[in-house]
């Protein structure tokens, strides 16, 4: 896949562009995608417009979190068969005209001879263009405009706000009908305070970004991927109450089976199922029995699929 962020670099070949944020690549997500890729039988290549996740910070007038990161994002458009993104910051181009988003963008620097959109596709500036004005300028600048329908589960519209409320109530499985792929956390592992170690649990920790959403509070099962490999694990996510004053979220993940050095690398964790609620515990006792009981129930339960 190539990044055509950059602003001395354009599409080379014609294009069919999905145009959204696609924070969680769901399966409305997806449908517009396999739009796109039913172009390449007439040649052109699949590519991807949207903005940089982390430079959004309101949408429809309310603070907005997402689900993804840009880098998550990236990794499931080319496992997808994009070849071409363009993903700037929200403020490069938020005062475009939609004219000038279609001239400028679409057309000169995507090589876009289709685009393909969903029902709430918003663009220019103060989102004055929506699906009808992508249809006009269409005609006026040569490509064609795909239309995807909304997906529905459950006469419920498959949509970011259906995986963020799914998440927020720790309903891993419904998230993950909806996303039509398990819902991970990727990224850094930074330094921890090392407690996990002095009580034989030693873990790896993630943070998540600034507005990105978080799920519940609480223990998950998961499985965390190193060198191609699947591994039972659990995690915590929360503010660790027991033994850390700094109240900063994070995902703090124990990998049953693996002892090695993962500091700096970057991890990806697969959460399965929700076990319990984070607790305060009134000693580094109670919370070691207290992990060795949820290690037993994620050996008993599984999670690898």
Excluded: W
């Excluded at 991807?48 to 998550?72: D, L, Q």
């Excluded at 001239?103 to 500036?125: H, Q, T, W, Y």
């Amino acid at each position: 896949m190539k990044n055509i962020t950059a602003t001395d670099t354009v599409a080379e070949r014609p294009t069919a562009v999905a145009l959204g944020i696609f924070d969680g690549v769901h399966l409305g997500h997806r449908a517009i995608f396999d739009k796109v890729k039913e172009y390449e039988k007439q040649g052109l290549s699949p590519a991807v417009f949207t903005f940089k996740t982390e430079s959004i910070s309101v949408k429809h007038g309310k603070k907005y979190s997402y689900i993804y990161t840009s880098n998550t994002k990236m990794k499931i458009f080319e496992s997808m068969g994009i070849e071409y993104v363009y993903a700037p910051d929200f403020s490069q181009l938020k005062g475009l005209s939609c004219e000038e988003f279609v001239r400028d963008i679409l057309v000169k620097k995507m090589n876009a001879s289709a685009v393909v959109c969903g029902p709430k596709f918003r663009f220019g500036k103060g989102a004055a263009g929506g699906v009808d004005e992508l249809f006009a300028m269409g005609k006026k600048y040569g490509f064609d405009v795909g239309y995807v329908e909304p997906v529905y589960i459950d006469n419920t519209v498959v949509s970011s706000s259906a995986v963020k409320e799914f998440l927020s109530k720790s309903d891993i499985a419904g998230a993950e009908r909806f996303l039509g792929h398990g819902y991970t956390i990727e990224g850094r592992v930074c330094e921890g305070n090392r407690i996990g170690r002095t009580i034989d649990f030693p873990t790896i920790n993630q943070y998540f970004d600034k507005n990105q959403l978080i799920p519940q509070y609480g223990v998950y099962s998961s499985v965390t991927y190193i060198d191609g490999r699947e591994y039972l694990s659990v995690t915590n996510i929360g503010v660790k109450p027991t033994v850390d004053s700094s109240g900063i979220p994070l995902a703090e993940t124990h990998i049953l089976g693996y002892s090695g050095n993962l500091y700096d690398k970057e991890m990806t964790v697969r959460l399965t199922e929700y076990i319990r609620g984070e607790c305060r515990f009134s000693s580094v006792d109670e919370l070691k029995k207290q992990i060795k009981a949820d290690v037993q129930k994620v050996k008993t339960t599984g999670g690898i699929k």
